[in-house]
């Protein structure tokens, strides 16, 4: 009963180095998002995919690439890591229209 | 550009009290709605859909006020495990984003 899985669950990084999270789903859902969680900011969408092969721009996307090549899969990388970065990371996948179920996120520091 | 507004709290109730938040959402065509729980540095976890005719599970009660553009949601008799952080959510018609809330934190006290 995996649901959606996110790894890894801890990271730092050195400033200006590059990582990619993982994350994966096992319900079908074509509807796969990226959030960063910080103090007194909430959720904030980075990126989102309504499907393989579609991707688009969230509210916050500088600094991040995503790709879906299949239904599974959407893994965000940071190119260059800033101090600004630093965050904890939220994947998560929904039928349309429908609750979205999250992994457990990643907390990501970048020094 | 989209917003829901939740009162961030904190809201220190004892156990057994019944408690009750609010949320406010701007996007008319708003679809679906949903109540959301977050602990500490946890995910966030679907507590429950929120439906035109308001639904109920067990100690919870959500509400939908389409003319006022609010949902609420009603927690009755207090338990200290209910102590978290409550995420509003909703999406609008036809779309797969889902805007979220801030939250407002709950403490439940001895």
């Known amino acids: 009963n995996a649901g959606v899985t996110q790894t890894p669950k801890f990271q730092v990084l050195k400033t200006g180095q590059s990582m990619t999270l993982q994350c994966a789903q096992d319900m079908n859902h074509e509807y796969m998002s990226w959030y960063r969680q910080d103090p007194g900011m909430g959720l904030r969408l980075i990126h989102y995919s309504v499907g393989a092969g579609i991707t688009d721009q969230g509210e916050v996307p500088n600094g991040y690439n995503v790709s879906r090549s299949t239904t599974e899969d959407f893994p965000l990388r940071l190119l260059s890591a800033a101090p600004s970065q630093t965050s904890v990371y939220f994947c998560?996948?929904?039928?349309?229209?429908?609750?979205?179920?999250f992994g457990q996120g990643t907390r990501l520091t970048v020094v | 550009r989209k917003e829901v507004e939740q009162d961030p709290g904190p809201f220190n109730v004892p156990e057994g009290a019944t408690v009750a938040f609010n949320c406010t959402y701007s996007n008319s065509a708003s679809q679906s709605f949903f109540w959301y729980r977050q602990d500490c540095r946890k995910e966030p976890k679907l507590l429950m859909s929120v439906y035109s005719s308001g639904n109920e599970d067990g100690r919870f009660t959500a509400q939908l006020n389409r003319a006022s553009q609010y949902i609420s949601l009603l927690i009755r008799d207090s338990k200290l495990s209910d102590s978290a952080t409550y995420l509003c959510v909703e999406s609008g018609a036809g779309s797969y984003q889902l805007t979220f809330g801030k939250g407002t934190k709950l403490s439940v006290i001895p």
């Open positions: 998560a996948s929904s039928y349309g229209g429908g609750a979205a179920f």
